[in-house]
């Protein structure tokens, strides 16, 4: 673990962090784009927003079109792999650039090369924090309750599970319930959504009955993806239970949305 703005060791230059803002949080959701950037910056980070960043790649990956995922594939690895880590609010884009560009280039051993050595840095922005700079938030304050969904790609492919609540158990106030079938789906998937709505909808339904039962005020993670599937059905529903990434609420932005005052 590195020294960081949170331990008392010796100063050492602040790593220079690209941070990847995934299609979804730019247009739909870029209060979380800037959570995450105030979140990096407080545990000691030198942090830049490339702007010639697009797409991962994974919904084309995903569909079979491989060589749209090529393109885009490598116009993130020539983008970010000067910086000394790459970090994305999201572990299905994180894992996709960790885990599947290598797969990707499997019959191009430069690219494969470079794919590797970008994925060797890459981190989805919770097991970052926790797990890189060993961070932990200061002077937040949430008087709700919480419960948490586990994404399948951050769970499964970066083993993203303590970290996001260990940074939750920081914030004075905030009380986590835990919630059946926690890990399991949400039935978002990307485009099996799109593909298998009925399946999805089965799947989505299940999960906002779980979601209720917890009695939550809140429902977090850390893929924008699912949240907006969940969020969807809990509303439709007619849930009152409010929808946030988890770095929102660390970093202090989501806090007026449910009567509290930003730190």
């Given at each position: 673990?590195?020294?960081?703005?949170?331990?008392?060791?010796?100063?050492?230059?602040?790593?220079?962090?690209?941070?990847?803002?995934?299609?979804?949080?730019?247009?739909?959701?870029?209060?979380?784009?800037?959570?995450?950037?105030?979140?990096?910056?407080?545990?000691?980070?030198?942090?830049?927003?490339?702007?010639?960043?697009?797409c991962c790649g994974q919904p084309a990956?995903?569909?079979?079109?491989?060589?749209?995922?090529?393109?885009?594939?490598?116009?993130?690895?020539?983008?970010?792999?000067?910086?000394?880590?790459?970090?994305?609010?999201?572990?299905?884009?994180?894992?996709?650039?960790?885990?599947?560009?290598?797969?990707?280039?499997?019959?191009?051993?430069?690219?494969?090369?470079?794919?590797?050595?970008?994925?060797?840095?890459?981190?989805?922005?919770?097991?970052?924090?926790?797990?890189?700079?060993?961070?932990?938030?200061?002077?937040?304050?949430?008087?709700?309750?919480?419960?948490?969904?586990?994404?399948?790609?951050?769970?499964?492919?970066?083993?993203?599970?303590?970290?996001?609540?260990?940074?939750?158990?920081?914030?004075?106030?905030?009380?986590?319930?835990?919630?059946?079938?926690?890990?399991?789906?949400?039935?978002f998937g990307g485009t099996f959504c799109?593909?298998?709505s009925e399946i999805s909808d089965a799947?989505?339904?299940?999960?906002?009955?779980?979601?209720?039962?917890?009695?939550?005020?809140?429902?977090?993670?850390?893929?924008?993806?699912?949240?907006?599937?969940?969020?969807?059905?809990?509303?439709?529903?007619?849930?009152?239970?409010?929808?946030?990434?988890?770095?929102?609420?660390?970093?202090?932005?989501?806090?007026?949305?449910?009567?509290?005052?930003?730190?």
């Open positions: 673990m590195e020294e960081n703005a949170n331990s008392g060791g010796a100063r050492q230059a602040p790593p220079k962090v690209g941070l990847f803002a995934t299609c979804l949080v730019d247009m739909l959701r870029p209060n979380i784009g800037f959570s995450a950037l105030e979140l990096l910056r407080a545990a000691g980070c030198d942090v830049e927003v490339p702007k010639a960043q697009t990956y995903n569909s079979g079109d491989d060589a749209s995922a090529k393109r885009l594939a490598r116009q993130v690895i020539e983008i970010f792999e000067d910086f000394d880590y790459l970090v994305a609010p999201s572990g299905s884009c994180a894992a996709m650039i960790r885990v599947h560009y290598p797969e990707l280039f499997h019959a191009d051993p430069a690219m494969r090369e470079r794919a590797e050595r970008l994925g060797a840095k890459t981190f989805e922005l919770l097991s970052f924090l926790a797990d890189v700079r060993g961070f932990r938030p200061r002077g937040v304050s949430c008087k709700a309750s919480a419960t948490y969904h586990d994404t399948c790609s951050g769970l499964r492919e970066l083993g993203v599970k303590a970290q996001p609540r260990a940074l939750l158990a920081a914030i004075e106030g905030l009380e986590m319930r835990p919630m059946e079938g926690e890990e399991t789906c949400c039935g799109v593909k298998y799947i989505v339904t299940e999960k906002a009955e779980n979601i209720v039962a917890t009695g939550a005020d809140l429902l977090l993670g850390g893929d924008l993806g699912c949240l907006l599937n969940m969020a969807g059905k809990l509303r439709r529903a007619g849930a009152s239970t409010r929808v946030f990434h988890a770095a929102e609420l660390l970093a202090g932005r989501a806090l007026h949305a449910i009567g509290e005052e930003k730190p």
